[in-house]
């Protein structure tokens, strides 16, 4: 994690921290998987609380295990051998590539999980500001395809149908550990919780005084200011902004978000996006879906899903909204 990321998420920790009050103190854990700070904060008065905590990071770690294609063992890992073949996997693993698979159809493969080969020559981390070289992006584009990739989520198996494939789940991984968590969560019987993946949040019902959750958007022109608020209860709530992973090159700037036609970072006007809607996997992979589209298409794409709500900072420092996100939304 960069200085930048990490402090927009100690902002946002603060922010929420502020908004909670000092009779509103919640059991909290943390711990770092995926190089991002994951917390759980628990507002129900449940007497085992601690040992639920316990389970929720137990959980991040068990899924590490599965996602990460930095652990050889993983099952992206596996997957990612650069070999066509068929691998079996662990369900949830089939679990998460069906649904990052919607979101790539759904953008018409402007969202593509085999973005890896050109993710992975990419460095976003501070002080690593280095271009790739550009033969060796062209070499990677031709590894790009999601339509290569079929899961059978029945026999929980993975068949990669040509050779070079390799998978980047960073853009859903996060999502699904959520909704994961927040399953556990209710099954325990706790009613009011924040679940915060490095700044992508699950809230489920409300804090311990039946008061909404208070969160803040960053504002991109504000390190630590706040463009917007939403207050929400039972809805996931991502963001991604352009400013958060980059650097500046000869007067350039390069950012996280790559587009799979060019393997340069996407042309966009949005500077950040924060997607409002039931499922954590959805809203983080539609905040990438939105970054690439671009507003007008963001907007068009975003109004016609069902209850799911978008809030745009674009990079000429407007912001806008859909058309229901005013239910949430105070500036």
Not at 1 to 21: D, E, P, Q, Y
Not at 78 to 106: F, H
Not at 169 to 195: F, P, T
Not at 236 to 253: D, K, L, M, P, Q
Request: aromatic residues 6%; contains cysteine.
């Amino acid at each position: 994690m960069n200085i930048k990321a990490f402090i927009i998420l100690f902002s946002a920790a603060l922010l929420l921290i502020s908004c909670a009050g000092t009779t509103d103190r919640p059991h909290s854990k943390s711990g770092l998987y995926f190089d991002t700070i994951i917390s759980v904060d628990i507002y129900d008065p449940v007497s085992d609380a601690d040992r639920i905590l316990d389970e929720c990071m137990d959980l991040c770690s068990h899924y590490q295990a599965l996602f990460d294609r930095k652990v050889p063992t993983s099952d992206i890992a596996r997957i990612s051998s650069g070999k066509a073949g068929t691998v079996s996997v662990d369900p949830d693993t089939a679990s998460l590539l069906t649904e990052a698979l919607k979101y790539c159809r759904l953008s018409e493969g402007r969202f593509d999980i085999t973005i890896a080969p050109v993710s992975s020559l990419w460095d976003f981390h501070e002080g690593s500001e280095k271009i790739p070289d550009p033969a060796a992006l062209r070499e990677a584009l031709s590894h790009i395809g999601y339509e290569n990739i079929e899961v059978d989520t029945k026999a929980s198996t993975v068949t990669v149908k040509t050779d070079g494939i390799s998978l980047d789940v960073g853009g859903a991984a996060k999502g699904y550990i959520a909704d994961r968590i927040a399953d556990h969560l209710k099954e325990c019987g706790v009613g009011g919780a924040i679940i915060n993946m490095g700044g992508d949040m699950m809230l489920i019902g409300h804090k311990s005084d039946k008061k909404l959750f208070n969160i803040g958007i960053n504002d991109p022109d504000n390190p630590g200011g706040v463009a917007a608020r939403l207050y929400v209860s039972d809805k996931a709530v991502a963001t991604s902004g352009i400013y958060e992973r980059s650097f500046i090159s000869e007067g350039r700037t390069y950012h996280h978000i790559l587009d799979v036609t060019t393997a340069y970072p996407v042309d966009t006007d949005i500077e950040s996006v924060t997607v409002i809607c039931d499922s954590a996997a959805a809203s983080d992979c539609l905040c990438t879906v939105c970054t690439i589209l671009g507003a007008d298409g963001a907007q068009k794409l975003i109004e016609d899903l069902p209850d799911t709500e978008a809030v745009f900072i674009l990079t000429d420092g407007s912001m806008r909204a859909t058309s229901g996100a005013g239910i949430y939304l105070r500036q």
